[in-house]
């Protein structure tokens, strides 16, 4: 079976602050694929980041950046010098090398402030 | 290119009745899953379909749902009946291979 923790259920911040958001998942494959995907207010989910279990490079673009560590089981995503439209709910999903379903994190509501 | 479209944008039934959600791919995707997620927790599969062929139903959770994908091009998923334990998100997603590019969903509200 497979699992996707996001413990952070709500975080607020204020502007210009760097924030991180967990994300910890269970697998028994050895190839796997996780992903980022963010939710705005208008509700469609947009695809940020995949990496696969056999890339463990970190990945940034831009003000995001992602860092993961099989060591660790997690896949974690920080913005730096947030902004106010980063405010959305994240969620982080894996995926099987062997199928294609997505299992999701509950998601993380991140609010930037002004 | 035009991205993943979902219809209607919200619904709002009676318990009982019929719904029917469309879903319209991003072209030349053969790949096409519906999700859903249920107030407060975490967005579930349903079924994947490659081409007009159901690939894996595993996330249906019972008869009263129908999907289909008539030509492999836009698909349906119908409820019927509603029970009000439906209400959720709707989610359609479609890929080429690995990565799913998700709609807007439908908000469906059950009462």
């Known amino acids: 079976a497979q699992k996707v923790t996001q413990a952070q259920t709500e975080i607020s911040v204020v502007e210009k602050e760097d924030v991180t958001l967990d994300c910890v998942y269970e697998?028994?494959?050895?190839?796997?694929?996780l992903f980022w995907y963010k939710q705005p207010p208008s509700g469609e989910l947009v695809f940020l980041i995949r990496?696969?279990?056999?890339?463990?490079q970190n990945e940034i673009s831009g003000r995001y950046s992602w860092n993961f560590q099989k060591s660790t089981s997690s896949f974690n995503f920080t913005i730096t010098a947030s902004q106010v439209v980063d405010s959305a709910v994240y969620f982080c999903?894996?995926?099987?090398?062997?199928?294609?379903?997505?299992?999701f994190g509950k998601g993380t509501l991140l609010t930037v402030n002004p | 290119e035009a991205g993943v479209t979902q219809f209607p944008s919200h619904s709002v039934i009676e318990k009982g009745q019929t719904v029917t959600l469309r879903c319209d791919p991003i072209?030349?995707?053969?790949?096409l899953y519906w999700y859903r997620r249920v107030m407060g927790k975490e967005i579930k599969f349903l079924l994947h379909?490659?081409?007009?062929?159901?690939?894996?139903e595993s996330g249906m959770p019972n008869n009263r749902f129908l999907a289909e994908r008539t030509g492999g091009t836009y698909s349906t998923l119908k409820v019927q009946p509603a029970e009000l334990e439906d209400s959720g998100v709707y989610f359609c997603?479609?890929?080429?291979?690995?990565?799913?590019?998700f709609g807007p969903g439908t908000r469906l509200t059950v009462l």
């Open positions: 379909f490659v081409k007009e062929s159901k690939q894996d």
């Open positions: 697998t028994r494959d050895t190839t796997y694929y």
């Open positions: 990496r696969n279990s056999f890339d463990e």
């Open positions: 072209s030349g995707h053969d790949n």
């Open positions: 999903a894996l995926k099987q090398g062997s199928n294609y379903k997505l299992t």
């Open positions: 997603a479609s890929s080429i291979r690995d990565t799913q590019y």
